[in-house]
């Protein structure tokens, strides 16, 4: 069965330095994965997708995610850090056991970025 | 451009009472879920719908029922409130396949309450 698993339930960095939100999933196939973003009473947006092209992602507001099957890795990153990217961070994987021949998804439990001035 | 549109927002019920949370998409997209987010515990699947007239369930499904009478609604029915129904609720869709990336677009949730 697939699985994702967020290696940080809460991330705190200042504003102007690196941003590294981790993420593993497992999968008995090649996955689509994902990268979501959910703001403060807000519905969740995608930030970027993997879907078996370059392996390098590159997603709106200057993150990015690199996907890396040997480690089972698809962690999202961004050089420098701004107020605005305070937000919960969901890694997201595909997955075959619902919807048939749609797949659904699996999301995983959310990571929060804070961000200090 | 409105995509998809939740209501109630906010919704406090009493444990045995039932409701229904509509939500609406002006995409024409085929795909259609509902999700419920708990802390700590990401989103999960309850419903989903591939087209009009086919619904099935998702990871966890008790305690709620859907239709899809058109493309564009997806309602979310809660027969008989529980306080473990107490969740944020979130409506979801997509044009295509998800296992191949189709990207979801989500509701702005509603947020219930059940005393």
């Known amino acids: 069965a697939q699985s994702v698993t967020q290696l940080d339930s809460h991330v705190s960095v200042s504003e102007g330095t690196p941003v590294l939100l981790r993420c593993n999933y497992s999968s008995s196939y090649s996955p689509s994965l994902f990268w979501y973003v959910q703001h403060p009473n807000k519905g969740l947006q995608l930030l970027l997708k993997?879907?078996?092209?370059?392996?390098l992602v590159k997603g709106i507001n200057g993150f990015e995610a690199e996907f890396k099957k040997s480690e089972t890795s698809f962690h999202l990153t961004k050089p420098s850090a701004h107020m605005s990217d305070a937000a919960e961070y969901f890694c997201?994987?595909?997955?075959?056991?619902?919807?048939?021949?749609?797949?659904?998804?699996?999301f995983g439990k959310g990571t929060k970025l804070s961000v200090k001035p | 451009n409105a995509g998809v549109t939740q209501t109630p927002k906010f919704q406090v019920l009493k444990t045995g009472q039932s409701m229904t949370l509509q939500c609406a998409q002006d995409m024409n997209h085929e795909y259609m879920s509902w999700y419920r987010q708990d802390p700590g515990m990401g989103l999960r699947l309850i419903h989903y719908?591939?087209?009009?007239?086919?619904?099935d369930q998702g990871e966890v499904p008790n305690g709620y029922n859907v239709s899809r009478s058109t493309t564009e609604d997806f309602p979310l029915r809660l027969l008989s409130a529980a306080p473990s129904q107490t969740s944020v609720y979130f409506c979801?869709?997509?044009?295509?396949?998800?296992?191949?990336?189709?990207?979801?677009?989500f509701g702005s949730g509603t947020q219930l309450s059940v005393l």
């Open positions: 979801a869709s997509s044009s295509g396949t998800a296992i191949y990336g189709e990207k979801l677009f």
């Open positions: 719908s591939v087209g009009a007239g086919i619904t």
């Open positions: 997201v994987v595909s997955d075959m056991n619902y919807g048939g021949s749609q797949g659904n998804l699996i």
């Open positions: 993997y879907t078996s092209a370059a392996t």
